[in-house]
């Protein structure tokens, strides 16, 4: 029993292939919009590429560039297909390929789901992604005389700055590394030495943050140095005031942007997928209503449609049975004597010399 008929009219037909017409073209323009989306996200991830560890955060902006100019090129050709539709006799020549276009239609939609699905599963590795490069980066900041590094420094200033965020995970992470370069240190300083000295890797730490993570809306000018030496400023409780540094760790700040966008991105396929999964059901029923017109010989006449000609559990064993007997084609049977031609077929012997003969009688 088919699944969802539908009775069409000629009219009805007509009318369909003009929709899907004009809605293919619009499908197109919805291609071009997945297209812009991957490569906004694509390049967003590249500004920030070096507080970022390599993975496989591209993924998703590579799924949505190649989905976006497949639906282009799918939907310009599904156009042309509809337009076609509206005579009968162009049908014809679009008859054989309508099947498979439908399937690589199903597919390529199935393709955005999985996209729009990725925008929300993106998370944890783009978090891993952000702790492990921000980790290097801030690590590295002191060296801005070393090729290859000295421009974290500058990357890292800007990041604290423009998203209002401080080190890793908070302002404390500068507390554990060196980020002043040793060619600011008085090395005859015994303050300095002493630093170094009461530090096993030999490193300058202080209890201090540089200066790109100060709030510049607080009243109160910047303490960056000694944040936790109480006597070091005036009327200060490190445990009690709140701190005219940014508190909010960047990780969690860029964490929080690239989770927007793709939250924006992904609401954005998932309409798209709706969209396109209604053309799709569009198309499958013109191609069926027109499929069984050209059957019945009456090209004016009424004609039924459907989703899927059989219900969706014979579908499904129909197809499983093509799968399995695809897979059996190309296997060759290793059991002797199975299916072998050449198997119990008498042989003969063509030098045989016992072989009866009629004698000729003698001519009287």
């Not at 050709?77 to 076609?84: E, H, N, P, S």
């Not at 729009?116 to 993106?122: E, I, K, N, Q, R």
């Not at 695809?326 to 199975?338: C, D, E, F, P």
Request: aromatic residues 10%; hydrophobic residues 40%.
């Amino acid at each position: 029993m088919a699944v969802l008929k539908v009775k069409f009219t000629k009219t009805k037909r007509d009318k369909l292939a003009q929709i899907l017409w004009i809605l293919n073209w619009v499908s197109v323009v919805s291609g071009i919009i997945l297209f812009s989306l991957g490569l906004f996200l694509k390049i967003e991830i590249k500004k920030r590429s070096e507080v970022m560890a390599k993975g496989d955060i591209n993924s998703v902006p590579n799924m949505l560039i190649s989905v976006g100019v497949i639906a282009c090129i799918i939907n310009f050709l599904g156009g042309k297909i509809c337009y076609d539709c509206s005579d009968a006799n162009k049908f014809s020549r679009w008859k054989l390929v309508m099947l498979p276009y439908i399937v690589c239609t199903f597919c390529f939609t199935f393709s955005i789901l999985v996209g729009a699905l990725m925008c929300y599963t993106m998370r944890n590795e783009l978090e891993e992604s952000l702790y492990l490069g921000l980790r290097d980066a801030i690590k590295f900041y002191k060296d801005t005389d070393i090729p290859g590094r000295c421009f974290l420094k500058k990357t890292v200033d800007l990041l604290q700055i423009g998203f209002r965020c401080c080190g890793n995970n908070g302002f404390r992470d500068w507390f554990e590394i060196q980020w002043v370069s040793p060619r600011y240190l008085n090395m005859a300083s015994k303050e300095v030495l002493d630093r170094l000295k009461s530090n096993v890797d030999g490193k300058f730490l202080v209890d201090g943050v540089p200066f790109s993570c100060c709030n510049p809306s607080s009243p109160r000018p910047c303490i960056q140095y000694q944040l936790t030496n109480n006597s070091a400023h005036y009327n200060y409780d490190f445990l009690t005031e709140e701190l005219n540094i940014w508190m909010k760790g960047c990780r969690q700040a860029l964490l929080d942007y690239y989770t927007d966008i793709m939250r924006s991105i992904g609401v954005a396929a998932l309409l798209i997928w709706l969209f396109e999964l209604s053309v799709l059901i569009g198309v499958r029923y013109l191609q069926t209503a027109m499929k069984n017109v050209l059957l019945l010989g009456d090209l004016e006449g009424e004609s039924d449609g459907w989703l899927l000609e059989n219900s969706f559990v014979e579908t499904a064993k129909y197809n499983i049975s093509i799968i399995k007997n695809l897979g059996k084609a190309n296997q060759i049977s290793t059991v002797s004597g199975m299916n072998d031609p050449n198997i119990n077929v008498q042989n003969t012997d063509c030098d045989k010399t016992n072989i009866t003969t009629k004698s000729i009688p003698a001519a009287r």
